[in-house]
């Protein structure tokens, strides 16, 4: 199953050489730390998607010795080694450039890429190819927009959840929500298992 994250990054090689400008781009626009490391993290494994969606690799990958499993595994654990690695990379070019962020950022920025993931890797698996990355794409771009309004909407008109959540202390708010969007990730894992296990190719 290594080897097939490892694909990732064969497959990408000249794409990962826009990977650096593309995050230098958004430092460079004075962009939130955490949308930096959001994008980041969005990069490689949506890439492959988008490749596996224009090459129709999926044949070639269930000649493979792996079983199906294997191969949607892959791409969930891989998607968080890549997001692990997109991390160490932008926070050591947040540093070079003298942009202050947090943990605070990481973790947020992490949490909405894994939460993104997890609601759109299924659609690969049930959509026809084709139109699934430009999608995709346009929802991350929209949400990016309402996302910020939508929130404060909710903090104003839904004050006693804002003010049980503002009273929780530090250490259980980041425990909840990190225990929460990991719950949602392995159900979107074992929902992509299952659609990608009874589909024919």
């Known amino acids: 199953m290594f080897h097939l994250i490892k694909r990732d990054v064969i497959l990408q090689k000249k794409q990962l050489m826009i990977f650096l400008p593309f995050i230098l781009f958004f430092i460079m626009m004075d962009a939130h730390p955490a949308l930096t490391f959001l994008v980041a993290s969005f990069f490689i494994p949506f890439n492959t998607y988008a490749y596996d969606e224009k090459a129709e690799t999926n044949i070639l990958l269930n000649s493979l010795p792996y079983t199906r499993k294997e191969i949607v595994a892959s791409r969930y654990l891989g998607a968080i080694f890549y997001m692990i ?104 894992w074992g929902l992509s298992t299952a659609i990608y296990q009874r589909k024919v190719f």
């Open 85 to 188: 690695i997109a991390i160490g990379l932008t926070s050591a070019a947040l540093f070079s450039f003298g942009k202050l962020f947090t943990m605070t950022d990481i973790a947020l920025g992490s949490g909405l890429f894994l939460l993104f993931a997890a609601f759109t890797f299924p659609l690969f698996y049930i959509l026809k190819p084709g139109y699934i990355t430009m999608a995709v794409i346009i929802v991350f771009i929209i949400l990016s927009r309402i996302g910020p309004p939508i929130v404060a909407f909710l903090v104003e008109h839904f004050s006693v959840i804002t003010d049980f959540v503002m009273n929780l202390s530090i250490p259980i708010l980041y425990t909840g929500s990190a225990v929460l969007i990991m719950l949602i990730y392995l159900m979107s």
